[in-house]
């Protein structure tokens, strides 16, 4: 199983609302990522989760928080974002250490209206 | 830091051209180096990766790619498209160590027309 899941596919939130997406792999990896892409533009790191700690924060809004309950699971919490925060969230994750390719799920494309 | 910079915005091709698609890094240790495709609507797809070795690699649907050390390149290869290939070309760097992250190049628009 290479699998990455993602859910949900697809969300639309208004600004004051909060919603969680989550994403869940079953290949023993021990990090995992969030990236934001917006159309046509490259994916954009948001954060690492390393053995379940977070490692890296590339100074992302705290409307948004991650959080990695276990090493299978990694959610995205979202609170009262803005319009501009429209995009593909992207998880990815791969095995421990720096000499592995990750694997992506499909994404949840978020509108905020 | 490590960056990644692809030379090619958008590329149209007909269908049985051949593709170089180029890509440069800026890192001063050991890197890793991935070509990713996206195809319209579908989810990042690893087409072919370099960790160390022959610096000739081979991927997925007869892709290929040259990792040259001196010039810092990673370009990408195909000797003759075909029209499934048009898609979201990522080269994408991470530096050989734990607790770190690819790092993607802007992009590269595919068009082959058949």
């Known amino acids: 199983d290479t699998e990455v899941t993602q859910t949900p596919k697809h969300l639309v939130m208004g600004m004051t609302n909060k919603k969680s997406l989550k994403c869940e792999q079953h290949m023993g990896h021990r990090a995992m990522y969030w990236y934001k892409q917006k159309a046509k533009k490259p994916p954009e790191l948001m954060f690492v989760y390393s053995y379940e700690k977070l490692s890296i924060n590339e100074s992302v809004p705290s409307r948004f928080s991650p959080e990695c309950p276990n090493s299978s699971l990694l959610n995205l919490h979202l609170h009262a974002l803005q319009p501009e925060d429209s995009a593909l969230y992207l998880c990815a994750s791969s095995q421990g250490g720096g000499v592995r390719e990750a694997f992506f799920g499909q994404g949840t494309r978020l509108t905020v209206v | 830091a490590q960056s990644v910079s692809q030379h090619n915005h958008h590329v149209i091709l007909s269908e049985a051209a051949s593709l170089e698609l180029g890509c440069n890094y800026s890192?001063?240790?050991?890197?890793?180096l991935f070509w990713y495709v996206q195809y319209p609507g579908q989810h990042l797809q690893l087409l072919l990766k370099y960790f160390s070795g022959d610096p000739l690699v081979k991927g997925i649907k007869g892709f290929e790619a040259e990792f040259i050390k001196s010039k810092f390149s990673f370009n990408l290869r195909k000797p003759s498209v075909q029209w499934s290939d048009t898609a979201e070309y990522f080269c994408?760097?991470?530096?050989?160590?734990?607790?770190?992250?690819?790092?993607f190049g802007k992009g590269t628009t595919l068009s082959v027309s058949s």
């Open positions: 994408a760097v991470r530096a050989n160590q734990a607790g770190t992250a690819l790092i």
């Open positions: 890192y001063g240790g050991t890197v890793n």
